[in-house]
């Protein structure tokens, strides 16, 4: 007897429920709360965090809290499909709950945190009589998501792999970037919340205005993340800090790779399956193996990737809200919260896909319109908060607009080509006639029309395009990968309407596999050793995320020099290695955040100007820097102690203790030769 399979023609032709609210899930009987259950559940969501703090394992609480959160929702039919969910759920609770945390009297304390979050989750699944339940399955392209993330890890982890943390700081500071993020995560540390909500006390951290003008959702989550893993709202030595904050990024760029596959799986729905489904998701990993956007990595664009990542799951689930009203609420919400704290600008793209959403899936809520209106509406009040606190910090919107800058261009052809397949994809008449063609069509148009948008302002007023111009076709390039999975629904499986034996099985899997290695042969120049010489390597090994697997994007900060930074002084310190302005700049940055003065560099940004510190200087070069050091001494505010100068020539390092004193000006003089820069100045910010 075969088993006959429905096509998606025949399922659009089947009757549908008449308009109203989905069924609210089984409870299984349980038609009363019991208070001790409720009793029971907020004991244990402060009994376990803080134990586990006390044992030095606070680590453990947040995969607890994913997973807690994933057994009170109720979205996907597989495991991995509702960890995605629950954890954009879980960025936008840290976030909302972070203004919270920021105000009271306790900060980011791993068990006041973590226990007030684990209580929530309690109260609300008792309210709605929701048992934990998780759905124990898998899907076989569970594997390509799954594989994707990882590999991208295994490259990304590789050159630093058994190293110090003095050493990594080589791979860290690639970039002035990334010690601008690092001074926003160091500041929320050390206030214990949002950088915006405590102004004043940022301000010993980082360089203002960036305290209230500059997104920090990222950092926070991030922060917020590292009081877990460190079981304590203490970060403790500065030197650890920053390599754990360097492990989230690696972290983060590899689960973005991993969340841009499982997007597209998600977007293609149920009808995505087999060869079909294996040929996308190894696309989308091929590219992102071999893209360009491995640069945002080296470049230090931390909250940018942040960014990218969480907007494709929030538009996913925009596209497809295959869940209840409540739980599309809940991730509608966190969507709109975590991209727009993580990279303000981006907040636009969710707000054109979650209208699209609205009035495709309008059925979805008849009968509860005012209750979804509501809650978004005070969703997007918490979204937007930061952003009127800038505009409110005299933070000049249309100059930030134009702001040139290093930037990574977006491969026009996924932008456009991937672009142009999903709009194939939306119009055709399989999918045009569904919620969730509609839905996707909303975002392909909206996304494009904000793009077009920008670019005409743009170039109305500055006459070409600019850095932020690059960072929004960012998106446009994460829409078009995620639309390939609604691509996939349009290629026609042989297996259709035929029995699910093992010999179909068996050759569906052997042509997903022949997908899969096509798909990384033409997307990641993957040629399985083919043609490949010493002297005529693949293009494989010369993409961007192999090349730093191989160590070349390392920079030129050893460990002697990263341990000379971190003096634990109470005051200003000022790193002077070599007759070289940008390397002796990006040295005192690390110095002063190493030593918790990032705030210094409003004054100590000068020292980008003062190239002497090494041997055998023109005396023209050394009367100019000692000018430019002095005035920015003299700009520094009042410390306990005078400030400290590293030099690497002992001799440059006590003449400019003379000179200084001979102008009033009085400082404390350290030389090590060993300190000493010798690479070359295209090492100090590679990729640059």
Sequence with gaps: MSTVHSSPERELQRPTAPPGPPPEPTTGGRSRRNPLVLAGGLALSWLVPTGLVALDLGVLLLPLLLFSIAAVLRVGGVLLDRLFVAGLVLAGSVLTFGLLFSLWPWGLSPVATSGLMFSVVTVAAWAARRGPRLPL??????????????????????????TSAAER???????????????????????????????DAARSFLIPPSEVTY????HFLLAWTDTLVHSSADSGDMLYTMNRYFLYLLVGYALFC?????????????????????????????IMFASNYMDLMVHGFDSTFIGLLLIALALAVLIRPAMGTTEFVLAASAGLITVTYAYNIYGAFVGVALLGALVAHRRKFAGRWWWTAGALACALGVAALPSVLSVLGNLDVAGASNMNGPS??????????????????AVMPRNRRTAVGQAHLAVLLGTGGLLSAFAAYQLHTIGKYSYYFHKMTAVGVVVSLISLGAVGVMLQSPYRGTARTLPSRLGELAISGLAVAAALSLFANVQWGFLTTKDNPSAWSANPLVA??????????????????????????????????????????????LNRRGGDMTA???????????????????????????GAIDKLPAAPVPPTVLTADPSVGDRIKRDLAAQGVTVTVLSDPQNLWTEPWSRTFPGV
Excluded at 409 to 417: E, K, P
């Design 408 to 425: 990574v261009g977006a491969d026009r052809s996924i932008l456009i080509g991937g672009g142009l397949l999903g709009l194939l994809a």
């Design 548 to 593: 730093w697997g191989r160590g070349e994007f390392k920079g030129d900060m050893g460990p002697k020099g990263a341990q000379a930074l971190d003096i634990s002084s109470k005051g200003p310190v000022i790193a002077l290695f070599a007759n070289d302005d940008y390397k002796n700049l990006k040295a005192t940055w690390l110095a002063s955040l």
């Design 215 to 218: 997104p920090q959702g990222s």
């Design 137 to 162: 399955r898998f899907r076989w392209s569970d594997l390509l998501v799954l594989g994707t993330g990882y590999g991208v890890w295994h490259y990304l982890f590789h050159p630093i792999a058994g």
């Design 258 to 286: 991993a969340v841009l596959v499982w997007a597209a799986r998600w977007i293609g729905g149920p009808r995505l399956r087999g060869w079909r489904c294996a040929a996308v998701c190894a696309t989308v990993g091929a």
């Design 169 to 199: 700081v080589a791979y860290f500071a690639t970039s002035e970037d990334r010690l601008a993020h690092f001074s926003f995560f160091s500041g929320i540390q050390n206030v214990g919340g949002f950088n915006f909500l405590h102004q």
């Design 604 to 630: 100590l940004y000068d020292i980008h100007w003062v190239s002497i510190g090494g041997p055998q200087v023109k005396e023209e070069d050394y009367q100019k820097s000692l000018g430019r050091l002095k």
